[in-house]
């Protein structure tokens, strides 16, 4: 069954730091998606992601975050300058009607 | 934007007992969907129900769109139905999902 895949799993990083986390859609989706959920906290949108370009995005995504779609297959989320309130789950998701959920990277920022 | 309640926040049940979840939402939408958050974090699709009835196994849920509101049934609960359970909705014209504040489940055997 095709499933969307993240990678890292985990990171760690020092605050101020630039973080790249990367995701590979399920490969007949049009739609990508990026979610954050902060520990104990519900599931919040960032930013979607059609036809090589964003589509809509929360206030959350502000000019710290960019997407990108560098090939055909992947699908990244960069945060640059990160501070201790970045630490989060991020998950990709991919979709047409229904959204389909990666794994989750676990951002840690120290 | 749309407002997604969820209830009841805590559930503490029994191994074997029968549980309903509910969903309401404040506006219409053109997608709803069920997901189980498991101890590792991971959003695992129940169900996708923008409205009517549908049954997986132990789980089925229902959703009454013109009442805004959607339910998920969980019969003979084991303990590794435990977690967080999330209705999400989409409104038409958008492309986003807007998640529930979920419901904590526990099962003890």
């Known amino acids: 069954e095709p499933e969307v895949t993240q990678t890292p799993s985990h990171q760690v990083t020092q605050m101020g730091q630039e973080v790249i986390l990367r995701c590979v859609p399920i490969s007949n989706h049009l739609y990508f998606y990026w979610y954050r959920q902060i520990l104990g906290q519900k599931v919040e949108f960032l930013v979607s992601f059609y036809n090589n370009e964003i589509s809509e995005k929360s206030e959350i995504f502000d000019d710290q975050f960019s997407v990108e779609r560098p090939d055909g297959s992947n699908f990244t989320l960069k945060i640059r300058s990160t501070k201790l309130e970045d630490s989060a789950m991020y998950f990709c998701?991919?979709?047409?009607?229904?959204?389909?959920f990666g794994q989750g990277t676990r951002l840690t920022v120290v | 934007g749309i407002q997604v309640e969820q209830s009841p926040p805590d559930l503490i049940l029994q191994e074997g007992a029968n549980s309903t979840l509910r969903c309401n939402f404040s506006?219409?939408?053109?997608?709803l969907q069920w997901f189980h958050q498991n101890p590792w974090g991971q959003l695992i699709n129940l169900f996708y129900?923008?409205?009517g009835t549908k049954q997986n196994g132990r789980l089925s849920a229902t959703t009454v769109a013109t009442e805004r509101y959607s339910l998920l049934y969980i019969s003979s609960s084991q303990t590794t139905d435990s977690g967080v359970y999330f209705c999400?909705?989409?409104?038409?014209?958008?492309?986003?999902?807007?998640f529930g504040t979920g419901t904590r489940l526990t099962i003890i055997p």
């Open positions: 998701a991919s979709g047409g009607a229904e959204a389909f």
């Open positions: 506006d219409s939408v053109n997608n």
């Open positions: 999400a909705v989409e409104r038409f014209g958008n492309e986003k999902l807007t």
């Open positions: 129900i923008p409205s």
